[in-house]
């Protein structure tokens, strides 16, 4: 071979490598559940996931202090509210704060009546006063008489009892010494919402910082006393960290593993290194792949895929310990090439998923297989040396083919065990599947529970219900407020619903607003109607001057904007709730049901039917949590029917590649008994099946087809001793599978964990069950 | 999650329970200390009455009335049913209080969230608990008159926490609580007139 050509590998192998560190290097990695959602989602999809990513459960940041006594933590409450308003960080800090309280009061008092819903010219009429202002005198005399006194000189007619009347039903967090705190009292609990949207992780972490070391760094704080965070925010956050951290720290340890038990094989650091060249050359190539066909990576398929590609490891442990006898290349690179089809047959439907977490990991296993298998077969043989000077496992190949020799007889057992699984499986069906969308996110229990925690104290908001629609602009968006508003407050009355909140509570539309101002009559008008409207009543219009004075005060001043809100919580409920768009704005309305721990609390399609009338375009009432349920069992759906469709493709390539129906059965029959009994020993262990699962099982066949090929073609050679060299190849390249999918199992994210059993089992079964089912047995 | 204009709540919950401590006098023991009648107070664990309240507020020319029902039971359930002018309604049981209002939804609050409210309450459940220091760390305790003719005075020691009433006056002859006479700081008063209901 010339030098030039012998080198040619190598200089394409390196080129191709410096290309896919340049696109990795300008990556976007992302950790949300993007990855997990819809790519043409419908209508209500596509709000579960807005909602998700930047709605108002994304911004939210619930915060909890322990430790200390309840006064110290309302102190440092306060003093955490007041200096991280002032950071600028955060849209609104809420803790039962008493000034922002009072400034609530005030802008729903002083506004009263351009915030009133139905104000109408009909309200200040003779009689329209005095039936209002007689209402009034009546409630004088009830139980809140002695507080409504204080408000009735400026508004007898009631306008801010009406306006109340909105917010009831709502759930407010408890109060000690001036903050909120948990219903125990164990904790104090504030909520946050940031500035910056959900979707921007790196100012979301900012944030996060920032609360923490503003509470660090509060004067005089006890020692014992400590904050806790939770939100989707924090989560995002955190996950990525945990995902990062936990998937470095496990990826060490598998390799540690690996390259040690490798080692011990190839007695060479050298051997060693080349044989994880194959692994790497996947693994780049595999990240730059989905790079350039999506935009950016997804945390999991990082993480995953990479799994994935550990098939990887096994070339290079097939073709050392082969080649280090006679090798039949021909043969041998025919089984390799078969097994890596079969692998990629049944990777490559996920290509056609219609979320693009799968269809990621499709584009990362496709291509990371092939450069790996390249990188196997005509960079490896380049740069190694003539002779392999191996460990010697001519003993233990023996006696491995001694063992697998008496085992023969025993080759119903996997079919036993395939049958038992069977049943187990039948056992559990109906909660086989595990229809919850958190399952998918790399989140401890110990901090969703954390999270249930401070959302119970905070009564935090049940974003379950809610009905959206856009709108051109801000007005229009609120003038559909206004309208679906009117068509709720029928629904509330009905009993339907328990109540609503609405952006409009709180800013009404401009047309609203001069329509309100344009009810009430001018001074003189109303100095002349009020006596009359007085007559009988007990009450003197001397004393109502400051009524009147409210009046032309609301009438002549201009409309009320945002900027009106600052500093009041009702800032919040308007930005929560309004969203500006590229082209349109979002509006949102909660809806409260009445009975939330119903099973199907609000019937929503009555709703959605009840606000047709609006004519607002567009409309739609959503369930969040049914919605991702649903979203969860379409994509289970899909995952199931996509990975059959693998098998189906897998056994047809077999069967035309082995030109045998029993060959093909040889091979196949074992990966299914595996794929059986995995599925019931998790079941049995009380784990419900994920998507991630699912994925996982597909590598199982992948890398047990391998098994199952090798032993079915006897390795390449017809001679007892290259078939015992084959055979000890597969227990190495086993045993490093089930060590690094193993230690992933110990892993305490349960997204990575449910991997790391799944896959490892899995390839136990699958390697047993091959050597029961597939080898050919001894002449 | 936002924290509403409470005031309402708050002053229904204020005047609701100026009207906790009457059930709770029992037939007159000897001797005439806060001490005893507080001990005595502990042991009524039930009772119904009507009443009839009176609101005199400066505002209005003339006063303004409403009656209906109360009912207690021991230690901290208490129930004011008004029935004219307006049917409302105030439950109160352990911290939480219901009201309801006719033709509105009701409402619950819990005392808790009200510290002045809280304060309150916790000085009356201490008269119907008979636990006179608890009271004493709100109120200063003035009792007077026979017991054909008592009345217990009970003032708030704090300037600030008593921000709605400068005095409650509780009348009584032997076991009957006569009248409740809450005075406010600004001058208005409610004088609330009860009449148990025979047989209870």
Known sequence: MKPGIRHLPVALWLAAMLACVLVIANTRFVSDLSAFMPRSPSERQQLLIDQLRDGAL???????????????????SRELGVKLRASGLFVGIQNGDAAMEQRDRLYFFDNRYLLAPDLAAADFTVDGLHAAISDSITALAGDAGLFLKKIF????????????????????PHSEHGAWASVDGQRAVLLAYTRAPGTDTRAQAEAIDAIRQTFAQLPERQADTRILLSGTSVFSVQS????????????????????????????????????????????LTGIAAVSLSFGQVHG????FGTTLIGEAVDYSIYFYLQRAGQLNQKHFWRTVWLGVSTSIAGFSVLLFSGFPGLAQLGVYSVCGLIAAVLATRYLLPTLLPQQLDLRDLHRFGLAFDGLLNRTARLRWLPLLFAVIAAAVIVQHRGQIWNRNLATLSPISKADQQLDLKLRNDLGAPDLRFMLAFAAPSEE????????????????????????????????????????????IPDADEMRRRLPQALAGLPVGSDKLQAFLADLQAARDRAPLLRADLDGTSAALLVDSLLFKRSNDTLVLILLRTQDSSADRPLDIDRVQAALEKTGLPHLVVIDLLEESTNLFDDYRHEIFVLAALGCLVICVLLLFALRSAARMLRVTVPLFCAIACVTAVLLASGAQLTILHLVSLLLVVAIGSNYALFFESGGGSDTPEERRRMQVSLVVATTCIIGSFGILALSNIPVLSSIGSTVGLGALFAFVFSMFLSRRVAA | MMKLPDIARLACLLSFLACLPLFALPAWAEGWQPAQLMELLAQKKTGKATFTEKKTIGILDQPVVSSGKLSFTAPDKLEKITL????????????????????????TVNIKNHPEAAMFIESIRGTLAGDLSALERFYRVELSGAPDHWQLKLTPRQEDAGTVFSSIRIAGSQADVKTIHLEQRDGDQSVMTITPIPGQ
């Not at chain 1, 007898?156 to 009406?162: R, S, V």
């Not at chain 2, 307006?86 to 911290?95: T, Y």
């Open chain 1, 240 to 283: 990525r960290n945990t995902i990062e951290g936990e998937v470095s720290k496990l990826a060490s340890a598998s390799l540690l593993l690996v390259a040690s038990l490798l080692l011990l094989v190839y007695r060479s650091p050298r051997l060693l290194a080349l044989g994880l060249l194959p692994v790497l050359t996947g693994a």
């Open chain 1, 300 to 303: 999991l398929t990082l993480g």
């Open chain 1, 476 to 519: 229009l968006a609120l003038q559909g407020a206004e309208k679906a508003g009117a068509v709720l407050r029928e629904l509330t009355q009905q009993k339907l619903i328990a109540g609503f909140d609405s952006p409009a509570f709180a800013l009404p539309s401009q047309a609203a607003q001069r329509a309100r101002q344009h009810s």
């Open chain 2, 84 to 107: 004219t002018p307006q049917r409302e309604s105030l439950l109160l049981d352990g911290d939480t209080l219901t009201i309801e209002r006719q033709g509105k939804q009701p409402m």
């Open chain 1, 58 to 76: 994304a911004r939210l940041i619930m915060i909890g202090i322990e430790g200390g006594d309840a006064g110290e933590r309302a102190r440092l």
């Open chain 1, 153 to 172: 000189p400026r508004d007898p007619t009631g306008q801010t009892l009406q306006l109340l009347e909105q917010f009831v039903g709502k759930s407010m």
